[in-house]
């Protein structure tokens, strides 16, 4: 009798070192769990402080062409606002894809290697001058090929002239060889081209400017992008445009 009830009390005892035990590690899993916790939060604070001051630099850039020319003002910031809306129609999500953006805003950096007196010709320009703007695709894929943050943006910058029908430069790629953001790049720009004045000719309608997209698709834009445009109103463009004016000098 006494030897099964020192047998209950040993099993109880090794019982309770075993329920001690395992709460120990449950706590000891849960500070675990708290440590990785505040880790992420923390990397992610780092990462979005990070994005934020790569989207600064990538601004600073893109203003510092666009005050080179004082005509087309904001004209990145709202192909890169009016890109953004199209590509999330066309079902890319862009808050995943922060290169989009930088391609968008940064499309004309090259620029910045082409004289002021072919850049600014009031004039038609002649095969030599038309080749020396052209480029500027080139020239801008170029000053960035070493930022690694900007990869896939440097694609933006090096095929925005390009044409769905093989037409355009620098590369004279075709179709889906064009990657995807270029695409969207090329109605954005545009749209904006369109309904803003330019030295050449005046602004048109919201309404005017999509009949003028549609007629290019197929031959200098992808359709499917054009679809895209299609399912946005003229009043989200609008929104847009005045978004960015209301931003300017903040
Ligand atoms: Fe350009």
């Known amino acids: 009798m006494q030897a099964s009830s020192?047998?209950?009390?040993?099993?109880?005892?090794?019982?309770?070192?075993?329920?001690?035990?395992?709460?120990?590690?449950?706590?000891?899993l849960e500070r675990y769990a708290a440590d990785l916790r505040e880790s992420y939060r923390r990397e992610?604070?780092?990462?979005?402080?990070?994005?934020r001051s790569y989207k600064a630099t990538v601004r600073a850039l893109s203003n510092a062409v666009?005050?080179?020319?004082a005509y087309t003002g904001k004209h990145?910031?709202?192909?890169?606002?009016?890109?953004?809306?199209?590509?999330?129609?066309?079902?890319?999500?862009?808050?995943?894809?922060?290169?989009l953006e930088f391609g968008f805003l940064l499309h004309d950096i090259g620029k910045v290697g082409v004289p002021d007196a072919i850049l600014f010709k009031p004039a038609a320009l002649n095969a030599d001058e038309f080749s020396c703007i052209a480029s500027h695709a080139e020239i801008g894929s170029q000053i960035l090929r070493h930022v690694d943050?900007?990869?896939?943006?440097?694609?933006?910058v090096r095929h925005h002239h390009e044409r769905w029908d093989g037409s355009g430069y620098p590369d004279r790629l075709k179709g889906e060889q064009i990657?995807?953001?270029?695409?969207?790049?090329?109605?954005?720009?545009?749209?904006?081209?369109?309904?803003?004045?330019?030295p050449y000719?005046?602004?048109?309608?919201?309404?005017?400017?999509?009949?003028?997209?549609?007629?290019?698709?197929?031959?200098?834009?992808?359709?499917?992008?054009?679809?895209?445009?299609?399912?946005i109103g003229d009043d989200t463009f609008e929104r847009l445009s005045d978004g960015v004016r209301g931003s300017a000098g903040r």
């Open 179 to 198: 990657p995807l953001a270029a695409r969207v790049f090329a109605v954005a720009d545009a749209l904006d081209a369109l309904t803003t004045d330019r």
């Open 66 to 69: 666009e005050a080179r020319d």
């Open 201 to 231: 000719r005046d602004a048109v309608a919201w309404d005017q400017a999509r009949a003028e997209i549609r007629k290019g698709s197929g031959s200098q834009f992808d359709p499917s992008v054009v679809a895209a445009y299609d399912t």
């Open 76 to 99: 990145a910031e709202r192909v890169a606002a009016y890109g953004l809306a199209i590509a999330r129609a066309a079902g890319i999500d862009v808050a995943d894809e922060p290169q």
């Open 6 to 28: 020192d047998t209950v009390t040993a099993l109880r005892a090794r019982l309770e070192r075993a329920e001690r035990e395992a709460a120990a590690h449950q706590r000891q």
């Open 44 to 51: 992610r604070a780092r990462a979005q402080q990070l994005r």
């Open 149 to 156: 943050f900007l990869d896939e943006a440097t694609l933006i």
